[in-house]
Nanobody, 129 residues
Framework: QVQLVERGGGLVQAGASLRLSCAASGGTFSSYAVGWFRQAPGKEREFVAVITWRSGRTYYSAFVNSRFTISRDNGANMVLLQMNSLKPEDTAVYYC??????????????????????WGQGTQVTVSS
């Protein structure tokens, strides 16, 4: 069973950058789509970004607005989320999630947290104004 561990969160000022990593233990990310979600206090968990397996397509939520980039580091068995130009409204716990992706789905399915089989514990990102 794949276990996911997120790292890289922290406290930064608005405009700064952070890079989150999601590492897989007990397996590899081969054949998995890996997504990032976030949950702010008092709000529902929301989709941030995903990278699919077969095509390597990337999808982002509208609020990302080209500030974030998701990528794979296959050598390190990691998926990275580079976050630039951070805003206070980006403050949340960020989770990575993985799903077996032998058959690539229509984009809308990757936006749903119910589509994912494995979840990490989350890493806190706090952006001060």
């Amino acid at each position: 069973q794949v276990q996911l561990v997120e790292r890289g969160g922290g406290l930064v000022q608005a405009g700064a950058s952070l890079r989150l990593s999601c590492a897989a233990s007990g397996g590899t990310f081969s054949s998995y789509a890996v997504g990032w979600f976030r949950q702010a206090p008092g709000k529902e968990r929301e989709f941030v970004a995903v990278i699919t397996w077969r095509s390597g397509r990337t999808y982002y939520s509208a609020f990302v607005n080209s500030r974030f980039t998701i990528s794979r580091d296959n050598g390190a068995n990691m998926v990275l989320l580079q976050m630039n130009s951070l805003k206070p409204e980006d403050t949340a716990v960020y989770y990575c999630a993985a799903r077996r992706d032998q058959v690539e789905l229509p984009r809308v399915y990757y936006y749903r947290d119910s589509s994912y089989d494995y979840w990490g514990q989350g890493t806190q990102v706090t952006v001060s104004s």
